[in-house]
């Protein structure tokens, strides 16, 4: 290898391992389950961890003798003898939330449980965002209905009987734009359409995704009608990040010479959602169609569905 080439390899490793590092973490949280009580739970992304066991990597926990502590509940039927761990690290995911449940063992009051944390500790925003919130100790992390932000509290109350979880969104997960609608065919303000066209539009949204199952599409003509459940007449094609909405002529044949119109909004997959703000609303009129005649096949050069 060339002395520049070692360079450019050694600059490269660098900058590879730099970015690895910014992805890598760990934040303690304290639980305190009563008034003079505190155990250190500590959570941890790094490079090669596993949901599961990973030796050097997580620490297991040990009841003590007096049954009283805290820990990470672990299900790892690889490594069967760590069921409890003190600090519980997992792998960089980028794609999808993590999860750390949090359990308190040995203390009965009734008191609030409390969780607390250091606001400043939190892994920079660059790296994600924490949300915290509580279980019932059966129920799955799903079940959490309530998130707080992390970064503007520094503690959290739970109940007996519950488990404190918190939750890591990586920052290519954050998505606060509403789906975006393009592609009309036939184009708005179209005329002279022949009767047969199908209805296309394309739904694209970044990061999340449209949830097809909150489309709202209102489908009506000029004379006054609405069609009913004109939603459930689209057949969906995924595009790459969204999707291509197609609509026959619900008879057949788009009535001649009306003007039919449609609204469309959507929502994305995000939670809360991102929905937009307005409809969009389309429209075009279609020709007349003398009896007994089918027009040659003519079609106005139409834009090719992309939203560029
Ligand atoms: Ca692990
Ligand atoms: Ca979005």
Redesign the pocket.
């Known amino acids: 290898m060339s002395k520049g080439k070692f360079i450019v390899a050694v600059a490269a490793l660098t900058l590879l391992s730099g970015l690895a590092l910014a992805q890598s973490w760990t934040f303690m949280v304290t639980l305190e389950p009563e008034v003079g009580a505190s155990h250190n739970l500590t959570m941890a992304v790094t490079a090669g961890a596993t949901d599961g066991y990973d030796d050097y990597l997580d620490v297991p926990y040990f009841t003590p003798p007096d049954g009283k502590g805290a820990f990470f509940p672990l299900d790892d039927p690889v490594h069967p003898a760590y069921t409890k761990l003190s600090t519980d690290a997992r792998g960089i995911e980028t794609t999808d939330y993590t999860y750390w449940v949090m359990r308190t063992e040995g203390y009965y009051g009734l008191d609030p449980r409390i969780a607390v944390w250091v606001i400043d500790d939190l892994p920079d925003s660059t790296v994600g965002f924490f949300h915290i919130g509580s279980k019932l100790v059966s129920h799955s992390v799903d079940s959490v209905s309530d998130w707080v932000d992390m970064a503007t509290a520094d503690t959290f109350e739970f109940g007996p009987g519950e488990d404190a979880v918190v939750r890591f969104t990586p920052i290519d997960m954050v998505?606060?734009?509403?789906?975006y609608i393009c592609g009309f065919i036939p184009v708005n303000g179209a005329s002279g359409v022949e009767n047969d066209v199908n209805i296309n539009f394309d739904i694209y949204?970044?990061?999340?995704?449209v949830d097809l199952s909150a489309v709202d599409f209102t489908l009506w003509y000029d004379t006054g009608d609405t069609i009913e459940d004109a939603v459930d007449l689209i057949s969906w094609t995924p595009l790459v990040g969204g999707y291509r909405a197609t609509l026959a002529p619900p008879d057949g044949y788009w009535p001649d010479t009306t003007g039919i119109f449609y609204s469309v909004s959507a929502c994305?997959?995000?939670t809360p959602p991102?929905c937009m703000g307005s409809d969009s609303v389309i429209g075009f009129t279609t020709t007349e169609v003398p009896p007994g005649y089918r027009p040659a096949v003519f079609r106005e050069p139409q834009p090719a569905g992309g939203c560029d």
């Open positions: 998505d606060e734009e509403p789906p949204d970044n990061i999340r995704g994305d997959l995000a991102n």
